[in-house]
């Protein structure tokens, strides 16, 4: 009995560490340069809401969810109170969106929790965060940049040398350089 039980809590953790685990990696950049950031997975499904479960920004696909939810359903002033510069971020946002009825924001952002799709995975470097998000129907990866601040992550608008790492980061996946 107790071998059994034993063996079961090793299944357990053997399948946590699958669904979720964190590597370091390392990308060759075109100048010759290297990127090294840390990669973490997450299980097949992370990416459905569970209405049931109330989000917070306290990690990237907490925060990606609650971003997401918000533009499914239009309220713009709730996802420019989750960046770092939320008024250039409500302006970039109410000019990119005027004209867009409740129907256009729900078919836009609401097919991100779709069985078809999946994250990619965080890329992390430092206090930065990149989560990427595989949408099935357009075969692209979508990409998340957030910046710790405060215990709270927060959607990066600020320009860094960070940020720009990520976006290069976010480059090689769509692209197939890194896997």
């Known amino acids: 009995m107790k071998r059994t039980l034993a063996l079961s809590q090793l299944l357990l953790l053997f399948v946590a560490l699958l669904a979720g685990g964190e590597e370091t990696r390392v990308l060759a950049t075109q100048d010759g340069g290297q990127i090294r950031y840390t ?7 992370a990416h459905r809401l569970d209405p049931a479960i109330e989000l917070a920004p306290v990690d990237s696909l907490q925060a ?9 359903a239009g309220r713009v002033e709730e996802v420019s109170l989750l960046s770092n510069a939320p008024k ?3 302006e970039r946002l109410r000019e990119s969106f005027a004209g867009w ?3 256009d924001f729900a078919r836009a952002f609401g097919r991100y929790f779709a069985p078809g799709n999946r994250i990619v995975g965080e890329a992390a470097i430092g206090h930065h965060r990149l989560l990427m998000w595989y949408l099935g129907d357009t075969d692209d990866v979508t990409g ?3 910046v710790e601040v405060d215990g709270r992550l927060l959607l990066d608008d600020v320009p ?3 940020r720009t790492s990520l976006r290069r980061v976010l480059e090689a996946h769509r692209s197939g350089r890194a896997q």
């Open 39 to 45: 990669l973490r997975s997450f299980a097949p499904d």
């Open 64 to 72: 990606a969810k609650l971003v997401t939810r918000h533009l499914a």
């Open 88 to 90: 250039a971020r409500f």
């Open 101 to 103: 009825s409740a129907d």
């Open 144 to 146: 998340y940049f957030f």
């Open 160 to 162: 860094s040398e960070a």
